[in-house]
């Protein structure tokens, strides 16, 4: 291999049996390939490993070309050029999605993919280092990377360091909280504190978002503010949304925000419940229609209709966040392997594929197998009760389990009634099963628990009235 300061090797994924996937809805076709990168560029960029979905990295080099594009143009490239430019530089895109695996190790470890803005705001602050480094001659280095081109006569002026990341968090931080002659703050902060945001909240917002500092009040953050509020999102959860996502302020209402929400809606997302939505889920307005589509068709492919696809998306934004390919896809073929009924789980309970398998599927399987349940109860259990894998072993299943121990009920009463997992066991489950033994009587255990208190009482009566004329009639 020739030797240089970045290598790429790109090796066929023998183990994945899917073939070439169409990703953008056109003729691009790949074959599934592992990708693997180590790269190293003038110290700024440590040697690392990763492996990534096919699927992923085209859609991430779509995403780095469009923002090296951006970059030239606003360098003031005309789009030919700039096009030109970007089709002469694969490997420096290449060398960009790397940079994005490495600077975000932890979220794809967890199969959470990067939203355009996030990407965006990873790319543009490394592309401003090498324009202000090797100023006019970054074109001929981007065309030639990895091999850097002659330096020996720039045009422009070239600035021997730049600023790292740390840095240009700490300028945006002072930003924020520095005060003007008068003694006030800036104006976008003063209208951030009356929604009820304190001064700390919003430096912490901006030491994990430096650009929210620069945000114009009146063409950005109040625009975006007020229309949240006319969807019906109270003012006193905007600090929390903005917090959550403060990368909405950023985003052009009538050109991204809006046209999002209508591309949603016509996939099933209720209008009605946007304020809900964005609450739960801000982010979902910044991810590209590529990853909401490539979400939205799993959905499709596990069987659901394209009204429980609408459904999950209004009740369960987050599952857009999953990577399909990482996250999603093996999480179904886990539970396909139980005899669940995958269809019927994602629409009960989509959270339940947030999930990690290794960490928290698979041992309340065990745990299950271990105390005599069957493959087959326990897929039952499953799909009659999706979220009992969303417990804790240790702070809830254990304990009710051992507390059921000491009930008079066979364990395939838990297969009938797995929801007993859900219910508290101090406030619910010890106290009516102990008035059910005082009064003597026998029911089942989702009487015992699925009832409301007025029922409950009601049907405990009876039990008790028809056993005691029961015993009347026997004395007689």
């Known amino acids: ?35 693997f990168c180590r790269a190293k560029f003038d110290g700024s960029f440590s040697s690392r490993v990763r492996v990534v979905p096919a699927t992923l990295l085209a859609a991430e ?11 030239l143009k606003k360098q003031g490239l005309s789009n030919a050029v700039a096009s030109r430019t970007i089709n002469k530089s694969d490997i420096f895109i290449d060398h960009l999605v790397s940079r994005l695996h490495s600077v975000h190790k932890s979220r794809y470890l967890v199969g959470r993919e990067l939203t355009t803005l996030e990407i965006r705001d990873a790319l543009i602050p490394y592309l401003e280092s090498l324009r202000e480094e090797h100023g006019s001659i970054l074109v001929d280095l981007l065309e030639n990377f990895p091999s850097p081109p002659g330096k020996e006569k720039p045009i422009g002026p070239v600035s021997p360091s730049h600023l790292t990341l740390e840095s240009k968090k700490q ?18 902060i003063l209208y951030l504190i009356e929604l009820g945001m304190d001064l700390e909240q919003i430096k912490g917002i901006t030491r994990r978002f430096p650009a929210f500092a620069y945000y114009s009040l009146e063409r950005k953050i109040k625009p975006v503010v007020e229309f949240l509020i006319d969807l019906g999102i109270p003012k006193s959860d905007l600090p ?37 939505v964005i609450y739960r889920f801000p982010a979902l307005l910044t991810y590209s229609r590529l990853k909401v589509e490539v979400t939205v068709d799993f959905l499709s492919e596990m069987g659901l209709s394209a009204e429980s696809i609408g459904k999950i998306l209004t009740r369960y934004p987050n599952i857009i966040s999953y990577n399909v390919d990482d996250k999603l896809r093996p999480t179904a073929e886990y539970f396909c392997s139980l005899g669940v009924d995958i269809a019927s789980l994602l629409h009960r ?9 290794e960490a928290n599927l698979k041992p309340v399987t065990e745990f299950f197998l271990e105390r005599g349940f069957s493959i087959e109860d326990i897929g039952t259990m499953i799909t009659r009760y999706g979220a009992l894998y969303t417990f804790s072993l240790a702070e809830n299943v254990i304990p009710k389990w051992e507390f059921f121990l000491t009930m008079d009920y066979p364990k395939q009463e838990l297969v009938k009634f797995p929801q007993y997992f859900g219910y508290s066991l101090e406030a619910r489950i010890k106290p009516r099963y102990a008035l059910v033994k005082e009064a003597g009587v026998k029911l089942l255990l989702n009487q015992v628990l699925s009832l409301s208190y007025i029922n409950f009482d009601k049907t405990l009566k009876t039990k008790m009235k028809k056993m005691n004329s029961a015993r009347a009639s026997n004395d007689t």
């Open 61 to 71: 080099k779509e995403e780095a070309k469009a923002v090296l594009n951006l970059f």
């Open 171 to 188: 300028r945006a931080v002072s930003r924020v909280s520095e005060t003007g002659p008068a003694g006030q703050l800036p104006p976008h």
């Open 240 to 276: 929390t949304v903005l917090t959550k996502r403060p990368q909405l302020c950023g985003i052009s209402l009538s050109e991204n925000l809006i046209p999002t929400m209508t591309f949603l809606e016509n996939l099933g997302v209720d209008k009605r419940q946007w304020a809900k």
């Open 1 to 35: 291999m020739r030797a240089s300061s970045t290598s790429f090797h790109f090796l066929e994924f023998f183990s994945l049996s899917r073939g070439p996937v169409d990703i953008y809805r056109s003729q691009l076709s790949i074959p599934r390939k592992l990708f």
């Open 349 to 357: 309970c989509p959270q339940t594929f947030g999930l990690s398998i």
